[in-house]
């Protein structure tokens, strides 16, 4: 059995909080297309890099993007409390980046499409999933996570509060970071728009 490398595994969380970050950032960006920045698509071509300015977010008349904001600030924090917390050099989350591109792509499960709020709800649902599982795994210092763990995270997702005993310091700051989004995430109207009057529970609908 391979040993659980702590310390990579805190750099891997802090790549997917930034990947957390790049794709909430888009899916505000698409639900502007619906209304405000309809012509966005005559400013930037395809490639371009779009620009991460929380304030173009802050701008359009959206309840659910204001809520995909203060998710995104509270990610930013949780990641600047790692590396400071843990000295993460930029050395470091550099060369994990560049690792991570060099690998293949994993192939990924074909879902419906539900629309942009919906499918950014299903998002936030699999990227809060996968925070908390990672932080299992750093609780426990194992690559192996139990069906229980899943089961627990179901449990919490739209009420109560995740626990996870643990002394580790990252652990707790993870915890807590995880608890403080979904407070946030169950305060955002996924279904502001009528055309997309749904939500997961009502569908019966969970990621695996």
Do not use: C
């Amino acid at each position: 059995m391979q040993d659980f490398n702590y310390r990579q595994h805190l750099i891997n969380i802090h790549q997917d909080l930034q990947y957390f970050v790049n794709e909430l950032y888009a899916y505000g960006l698409r639900i502007g297309e619906k209304g405000e920045l309809s012509d966005m698509h005559k400013i930037f071509e395809v490639g371009d890099e779009i620009p991460g300015d929380l304030d173009i977010l802050w701008a359009l008349e959206s309840e659910a993007v204001a809520g995909f904001v203060k998710i995104i600030e509270s990610l930013f924090e949780i990641q600047a409390s790692l590396v400071n917390l843990n000295a993460l050099s930029e050395e470091e989350l550099e060369l994990s980046k560049e690792l991570e591109s060099e690998e293949d792509p994993e192939e990924e499960n074909e879902l419906p499409d539900l629309g942009v709020y919906l499918n950014a709800q299903r998002f936030v649902y699999g990227e809060l999933l996968n925070a908390f599982l990672a932080t299992w795994q750093l609780a426990h210092q194992t690559e192996e996570v139990p069906e229980s763990a899943i089961s627990l995270f179901d449990d919490y997702f739209f009420d109560g509060k995740l626990e996870l005993a643990s002394e580790d310091a990252n652990v707790q700051l993870l915890m807590e970071g995880i608890n403080e989004i979904l407070e946030l995430n169950r305060e955002i109207n996924y279904y502001e728009d009528e055309d997309e009057d749904m939500d997961m529970r009502k569908m019966g609908w969970t990621m695996e």
